[in-house]
């Protein structure tokens, strides 16, 4: 009887658990999305979302995004209502099993449909593919982008490389965005709609490079100004949006490995490295010792025993060693993001990560430099060979926490990076046919960057759509540069083949120079303290849909740079003990017993430029109206006003010399965007805008710096003045189907008061010195094409040519500068510095439903000019002194293969970069073909940088 019992509940235990296994089986998913107006784009906040036929309902918010979950496996039809446009029924949305559905919206508020209470209905695929068509054909702006499933497909593993496929932007180094051929000074970067600081103590450039790829939502490229964007942009703004809320829990690892064909496995040599130095920390020896006089006038009263005792307190970090084999780049990156519903139905996301990256790569280049050309072709005034070493290495943090709640969001996003470059210079050569020469250079930078953005939303009104928006912001830049060593040894030229006629290190024996045995230390720490505050509504004039936008917005900056420039200064006397100490290897030079007061000792050659304090103080607001002027015709209109003061203050070598600035400007920055709808898949656009380009502190700054690599010597200008430009553009866009595209562009930019280099007057080939000014006037013209299209056109019923995307985006600039004369050095017209006269990116990408992808693309820059040459002008015809250098076209082909495994949760990549390996050339254009031509022009530097190979492996859990 028990046995009876026992069996008959083991069996309802039995039959229990299957129930619930097929109940559990059935699972549930969610669905997720966005709703947009049809006509303006806008997301629309307080939508009704109801799963018909069940109890089920939600609502977007304050974003215009919704999140249904614990739906049961099956298909739906959804239906989305709001007051004053036209409900809509969708069918056909499938809830797999631990699954989300996306399904973005877009609902219609014409007049017809609204009156009528028209229910429009549709099914998920068609739905899906009509919202992401409003997306690309309702940008109020003229612009181009690339999204998150894009960006997967590339071999790109930062928001630098990702850059160069988006039509009409090159990249400089990896990470320096130009658009349309416009260098960095006429572009704007944003971080989540946030002004990016610079990264780069010399130039308005920010390291997209420090942001990685997977952490990218989308990426648009703004080519036309509205009044909400900041003041100076001409070539673009470039906007990255970072993920926000996960729709599920993320946890994600990715390795890598690479290597390079030049670098990997070669012996390396460069400065001993600490541990420190593998997380981009400095090494402590090379800080300035702290016992140092804080200033050279300081130091200069002290007698030479007292500086020789000074001298001793620094770390002897001339030497330089063989580190060993060069081994394969590493990169790490870790990635948690989550989102959770609160008890008060609030909603609470995080998103952050952490990457690790650390490189070696060494390149043997030429570099010479040449006499003025009436001592004619190749009369060398330096013929050198470079071995250059770099290694880098950089950790860097994302953390973004949101919450929203109903009709209120607010967010917290930070980004974090610290990097060191240990850079070593072997240099070989002949100076001025004179003299044999050996030189290194040892170069330490550290880089750190933060960023700090709290924003908030807040729907005030949901009839009226009217949303109020704010932003406060901070961002801290410090770039430190210890322990900059350039140093030479030198012989005589007849002794060349000699081997008994050592070389001796070049110190000297009167004033101390940088060039020579000198030590360089700066240090730039930069705070930005902004904040805006925009107001939005929709309003309904004659009929028509439009959105009213005002806002205002402060920016603050300050800068402090300083900088010590030193020198080692040789006393000895005694001819043979001088020989001696000469001759002896860099790392032993000086060494502890060969600093004293009648031996070698440090003096200070800083001088009072060498010091500044900038301030940028942006104030301004705007207004704007967007919406449609008829059926077909969209327009925005605006005006921003942006009142900007800057100071600098520094010393001057002079005393009759104020270096000082102190600038206030006030511009009133109209726009005007209109956009007609050709048809259905068809837009016309047009683009007027007036905007700015302001000098950077460094520009301004009468500071001057030695670059030893190039040979010329950098100095600011007090006198510039902002550049104001006036914009055209035109374009025609046709969208034959989702993700397909074909446009073709016009613009026209007229620059009055353009910022040049320029070489100043009295320069030599020996000593050239490059400072900025301005130019009165100049313009750039120019089109674009861009195709993105299947290659199933050719063969409809092939799955092949279906899975292949062909991409290409083609730029042609022709750009002239106006000088009138005002500079006697200088060549009336030219190309504007940095332009280049095209562009082309093209790519073929290849994805499966078998977890296969590939792509490869091909990108190539028409040539620009690198350094203005000097000369002047006789008998109404401009004679080069000294030629323009040109920095000559160069072809790029990059190369991934990239599988799905484990059950689609990891990923396996094989990149393969610059596969052509082309060589970098930088030369004068000496016969003015345009063109270089070995035999006739004169070849300033060359090099190779080697072919990139990499396998990285990510496993989402």
């Known amino acids: ?82 007051v004053g446009y036209g409900t809509k029924q969708i069918s056909d949305v499938e809830i797999k099993n631990n699954e989300i559905t996306s399904l973005d ?21 068609k739905e899906s593919i009509g919202a992401l068509y409003a997306q690309q054909k309702n940008s109020i702006s003229i612009s181009d982008g690339i999204s998150a499933e894009v960006i997967k497909r590339t071999p790109d593993k930062n928001t630098g490389e990702v850059l160069k496929r988006v039509s009409g932007a090159s990249v400089q180094d990896n990470k320096f965005i130009v658009i349309r051929g416009l260098s960095d000074r006429y572009n704007a970067a944003l971080l989540n709609n946030s002004p990016l600081p610079s990264t780069e103590p010399d130039r308005k450039a920010f390291s997209f490079d420090i942001i990685p790829s997977s952490l990218i939502d989308n990426i648009v490229i703004s080519k036309t100004a509205t009044a909400d964007l900041p003041g100076d942009l001409t070539g673009g703004a470039v906007n990255v949006k970072t993920k926000d809320f996960p729709d599920r829990k993320t946890v994600e690892i990715s390795v890598g490995l690479g290597g390079n064909t030049q670098t990997t496995f070669k012996d390396f040599y460069g400065s001993k490295r600490t541990a420190g130095n593998y997380f981009g920390i400095k ?71 952490f990457t690790y990256r650390n490189s070696e790569s060494k390149t043997n280049e030429i570099r010479n430099d040449f006499n003025g050309l009436d001592q004619g072709l190749n009369s060398y005034y330096s013929q050198y060979e470079d071995n250059y070493y770099r290694f880098n290495s950089s950790i860097g943090a994302l953390a973004n926490v949101s919450y929203i709640k109903d009709n209120f969001k607010i967010s917290l996003k930070n980004i974090y990076n610290q990097s060191l470059d240990q850079n070593f210079i072997n240099r070989t050569g002949v100076l001025e046919n004179e003299s044999l020469r050996k030189s290194t250079l040892l170069e330490v930078h550290q880089k750190r960057m933060l960023n700090s953005v709290l924003d908030g939303e807040y729907l005030m009104n949901a009839d009226k759509q009217t949303k109020l928006s704010w932003n406060l912001s901070y961002s801290n830049i410090n770039d430190d540069t210890p322990d900059l060593r350039q140093l030479s040894y030198v012989k005589n030229i007849a002794y060349k083949d000699d081997p008994s006629v050592p070389f001796e290190a070049a110190i000297p024996k009167g004033s101390a120079s940088s060039e020579q045995a000198g030590k360089f230390y700066s240090n730039l720490n930069e705070n930005i303290y902004s904040g805006a505050l925009n107001w939005s509504q929709g309003l309904n004039l004659l009929g028509l849909a439009q959105t009213l936008k005002v806002g205002v917005f ?27 100490l000469l001759q002896l290897p860099q790392d032993q030079l000086f060494a502890q017993e060969n600093i004293a007061k009648n031996k070698f000792f440090i003096d200070d050659i800083t001088n009072p430029t060498n010091s500044f304090e900038g301030i940028g103080d942006l104030n301004g607001g705007f207004g704007m109206l967007s919406g449609n002027v008829s059926e077909k015709l969209k327009a925005t209109v605006g005006l921003r006003v942006e009142n900007y ?42 683009s007027f805008s007036n905007t700015v380009a302001r000098a950077q502190f460094r520009e301004l700054a009468a500071f001057s710096f030695y670059d030893f690599v190039t040979g010329n010597v950098k100095i600011g200008n007090p006198d510039l003045k902002r550049t104001r430009i006036s914009n055209l553009d035109l374009r025609y866009e046709f969208y034959p189907s989702l993700g397909k595209l074909f446009s073709v562009s016009a613009f026209y930019k007229n620059l009055t008061d353009p910022i040049e280099s320029n070489i100043i007057a009295g320069s030599t080939s020996a000593s050239k010195s490059m400072s900025f000014t301005n130019a009165p006037k100049a313009y750039i013209m120019g089109g674009e094409v861009e195709i993105r299209h299947d290659l199933g056109i050719f063969n409809e019923d092939s799955e092949l040519l279906k899975n292949l995307t062909f991409s290409a ?120 073909s345009g063109k270089y031509n070995i035999d006739s022009d004169q070849l300033i530097n060359s090099v190779k940088y080697g072919r990139n190979f990499s396998l990285s492996f990510s496993y989402k859990f």
Not at 48 to 74: F, Q
Not at 320 to 336: C, R, V
Not at 646 to 671: C, H, M, Q, R, W
Not at 888 to 907: G, T, V, W
């Open 1 to 82: 009887m028990k046995s009876q019992l026992t069996l008959k509940k083991f069996v309802a235990t039995l039959i229990l658990l299957v129930i619930a296994t097929a109940v559990f089986a059935q699972g549930s998913g969610k669905v997720v999305g966005k709703v947009s107006n049809s006509k303006t784009g806008e997301t629309i906040a307080g939508v009704t979302v109801k799963i018909l036929n069940t109890s089920r309902a939600g609502s977007t918010d304050v974003t215009g995004n919704y999140n249904i979950p614990g739906l049961s496996v099956g298909k739906y039809i959804l239906e989305f209502s709001y």
């Open 645 to 686: 003061i800057e100071k600098l203050k520094t010393g001057s070598i002079s005393a009759d010399v104020n270096n000082n600035v102190n600038n206030t400007y006030t511009d009133f920055l109209p726009s005007l965007n209109l956009t007609y709808e050709l048809n259905t898949k068809t837009n016309l656009r047009f």
């Open 105 to 125: 919206i877009i609902l219609d508020n014409s007049e017809g449909n609204v009156l009528e209470q028209v229910v429009i209905r549709g099914t998920y695929k």
């Open 809 to 928: 985006n083609a730029s042609l600039i022709k750009s002239e500068v106006n000088f009138e004369g005002k500079e006697p050095l200088l060549e009336n017209k030219r190309s504007l510095y940095g332009q280049s006269p095209y562009l082309l990116n093209t790519g073929l990408q290849y994805s499966s439903k078998g977890g296969w992808e590939s792509s490869i693309f091909f990108n190539r820059i028409g040539r620009r000019i690198d350094i203005v040459g000097f000369g002047n002008y006789v008998n109404g015809e401009f004679q080069d002194e000294y030629a323009t250098i040109y920095e000559a076209p160069r072809s790029m082909l990059d190369f991934q293969l990239a599988k799905k495994i484990i059950a689609n949760k990891a990923e396996l990549k094989f990149n393969a970069g610059n596969i052509l390996d082309s060589k970098v050339v930088f030369y004068q254009d000496i016969d003015k």
């Open 554 to 580: 402060k920016q603050y900056k300050k800068r402090d740079m300083n900088a010590r420039v030193l020198g080692f200064v040789n006393k000895i006397e005694d001819y043979e003990e001088n020989k001696r």
């Open 283 to 353: 090494n402590p020896d090379n800080n300035l010792p702290s016992t140092f006089p804080k200033d050279r006038a300081s130091y200069t009263d002290l007698n030479f025993e007292q500086k020789a005792d000074y001298t001793k307190a620094f770390k002897n970090t001339f030497g330089y060693e063989k580190l060993g084999k060069s081994l394969p780049y590493q990169n790490m990156q870790f990635i948690y993001g989550n989102s959770y519903r609160l008890s008060n139905d609030g909603k609470l996301g995080f998103i952050g990560s």
